[in-house]
């Protein structure tokens, strides 16, 4: 089993920037498949950005392209989300996810997650 843990959440003003983390402990396959998804109020779960752990590949949703960067530390087996020139739009629980297998990790069906961050952006 995988654990997840994320944390770096809070409140900030519409500009700003966040750190938001996702620690991993268990086994972790070096050919994982990693990823953000963010759940506003009312709505759905949606991507926001997915890596290999390795970090060799990234790829964003393009509402966070050029806003958001997804990086690593393997050392401390955790992956990062920097979130800059935040919006009121971004307000939503993030979700860091894994799976060995990329599809599922698309399709936001990963075998792991965790329990969720809570990012608020104010106007």
């Known amino acids: 089993q995988v654990q997840l843990v994320e944390s770096g959440g809070g409140l900030v003003q519409a500009g700003g920037s966040l750190r938001l983390s996702c620690a991993a402990s268990?086994?972790?396959?070096?050919?994982?498949?990693w990823g953000w998804f963010r759940q506003a109020p009312g709505k759905e779960r949606k991507f926001v950005g997915r890596?290999?752990?390795?970090?060799?590949?990234?790829v964003y949703a393009d509402s966070v392209k050029g806003r958001f960067t997804i990086s690593r530390d393997n050392a401390e087996n955790t992956m990062y989300l920097q979130m800059n020139s935040l919006k009121p739009e971004d307000t939503a629980v993030y979700y860091c996810?894994?799976?060995?297998?990329?599809?599922?990790?698309?399709?936001?069906?990963?075998?792991?997650w965790g329990q969720g961050t809570q990012v608020t952006v104010s106007s």
């Open positions: 268990g086994r972790t396959p070096s050919n994982y498949y």
């Open positions: 890596m290999t752990w390795s970090g060799v590949n990234t």
């Open positions: 996810a894994a799976d060995p297998l990329l599809a599922r990790v698309v399709a936001g069906t990963a075998d792991y």
